[in-house]
């Protein structure tokens, strides 16, 4: 046993130094992979990736990942390197798969779309990676997804285990693509970015499906690989701002307190911070796909968006997002104050608004296509803005009046990111004047794929008097759940940095909801 841990070892170290030589230069690549967003993938794309993960299963190389990840877990969190280390390490891993399939890419989850409800994303069911785990002894095995009985050999032998945070097999609520928005428009530096999103969406994965994820080797399960790919993809997004001025962008504190410099040695592979922070170059061949990016191919968009329906969201096609884009308030454009744009959204108010300066995905759930179809249809209804969190929403929003042939609509595009770039490159926010002062399109006689003229009854979304146009419940967004005091220990953050951070998400939401926005993936 102790020879095969040292054989595996000095694999690991071969390999690790052959793609140094191979990549140390920081020349453009000349060939990339695209890395998509994992439920985007067709069938047979996705047998693919899991063909090739599963060969570095069997291969050992869950291991070692594992082993390395575990190791140097006081080194690679908490500090300055996060993001370089697991950008290299996420790199590593496709490098590894590459050896068995030249095409191999690492898909990115892309959670924020789940983070109302992330036990019923799609992405956690058997189509895909599996999802909780059931009791067996004191361990909580997974059952389903391609990673089914899969015996992990570190730190010892036994099964793949997830224990979702919540309760009755729930997941407590992420932070949600406005939040992450927020976040890339509102840093100022790397450190105040890295930080927000170590402990925002890249913790509340971790600390949300539990078992071997919550640990210091949960590289044993591939959430981690699609979950990493997608914290790489928002940092790629932060450094494109401002025509890529942030691509060289770094600091923070080093593990021995000294400051960090992009002349540091990452942990393990012995490179420089800045031999990793150009992605296109060096080592780093791969880009990403849009969070939602439809596939140029109908055959595969159809079984795509058949697939997605099942689980309760919708990919945007021309027909939701006209929907969707019909109703002022699920634009932040269009549903915020000018103080609250400011406050959060700056770059909204700058004379030209980046795609980079808004990271929505392209997919939007049942329930907020069915509100959104509702306001098209009852445009004279009352809308009960009271929400979960308690606050009475809707009482400072500027375009309350949504008949009276005035209310500013979102401008059309291709994608929800995009309709709000072109919404505030073409409407005056600062001075509250719309160029598009054009009152509600007539409702669509078809119905929205996947809606139901029935409202979900059992949540507090529920529609109320519809069928009189009365009154229209308005979905709330809830708030982030904190994190557990075992995860916050065990990465060493500090408490009162935490707090701050989850106090100001906090303010976010309730901002939101009582300026009235309502938000497509609720």
Not at 83 to 96: C, M, Q
Not at 172 to 191: A, L, M
Request: proline content about 5%.
């Amino acid at each position: 046993m102790m020879f095969n841990k040292l054989l595996a070892c000095l694999s690991l170290s071969v390999i690790i130094g052959l793609f140094r030589v191979q990549g140390q230069s920081q020349t453009r690549c000349s060939s990339t992979v695209l890395r998509r967003e994992v439920r985007s993938l067709s069938r047979s794309d996705w047998q693919r990736v899991t063909r090739t993960v599963t060969t570095m299963y069997n291969n050992g190389w869950f291991h070692w990942f594992s082993f390395i990840h575990n190791q140097q877990f006081a080194n690679i969190h908490n500090v300055a390197n996060f993001l370089p280390f697991h950008r290299r390490f996420v790199v590593e891993f496709e490098l590894v798969g590459k050896t068995i399939d030249p095409n191999f890419a690492v898909p990115f989850w892309d959670a924020t779309i789940d983070f109302a409800n992330p036990a019923g994303s799609p992405v956690l069911t058997g189509n895909f990676i599996g999802g909780n785990g059931v009791l067996r002894g004191s361990t909580r095995c997974i059952t389903n997804g391609f990673e089914n009985g899969w015996i992990m050999r570190y730190p010892n032998n036994r099964c793949l285990s997830r224990n979702f945070n919540g309760n009755n097999g729930r997941i407590n609520p992420w932070h949600s693509p406005e939040s992450v928005t927020s976040v890339i428009q509102t840093s100022q530096n790397f450190q105040a970015f890295a930080s927000a999103i170590e402990l925002g969406i890249h913790a509340d994965v971790h600390n949300g499906i539990g078992g071997d994820m919550s640990t210091g080797f949960s590289p044993n399960d591939f959430a981690f690989m699609l979950h990493h790919s997608n914290i790489d993809r928002i940092w790629t997004q932060w450094q494109n701002l401002n025509q890529g001025r942030n691509t060289n962008a770094y600091g923070g504190t080093n593990r021995n307190g000294s400051g960090a410099r992009l002349s540091d040695n990452l942990p393990v592979f012995g490179e420089t911070v800045q031999s990793v922070m150009r992605v296109g170059y060096g080592r780093n061949c791969y880009s990403y796909a849009n969070s939602g990016a439809r596939s140029s191919n109908r055959k595969r968009q159809e079984s795509n968006q058949s697939n997605v329906n099942l689980q309760g969201s919708v990919l945007v096609n021309s027909t939701v997002i006209d929907i969707m884009l019909s109703i002022p308030d699920m634009s932040l454009a269009t549903s915020l104050s000018q103080s609250a744009i400011r406050r959060f959204y700056p770059k909204l108010l700058e004379p030209e608004t980046s795609i980079y300066d808004v990271a929505l995905p392209n997919y939007v759930s049942i329930n907020s296509l069915n509100y959104a179809r509702k306001r098209r249809r009852y445009p004279n209804a009352r809308l009960n803005r009271g929400g979960r969190n308690g606050r009475n929403r809707g009482r400072n929003s500027r375009w309350r009046i949504y008949n009276n042939g005035r209310t500013p609509k979102p401008l059309i595009a291709t994608t929800l990111s995009g309709s709000l770039v072109l919404t505030s490159n073409k409407i005056d926010l600062k001075n509250n004047v719309p160029v598009n002062a054009t009152a509600l399109a007539s409702p669509d006689s078809q119905p929205a794929v996947g809606a139901s003229d029935d409202y979900n009854q059992s949540s507090k979304n529920a529609l109320v008097g519809a069928n009189s146009g009365q009154i229209i419940d308005a979905p709330a967004i809830p708030y982030p759940a904190k994190l557990s005091k075992m995860f916050l220990d065990m990465h060493k953050y500090d408490y009162e940095l935490y707090n701050k951070l989850h106090a100001a998400q906090v303010l976010l939401v309730d901002t939101l909801n009582n300026e009235g926005y309502v938000s497509p993936y609720l």
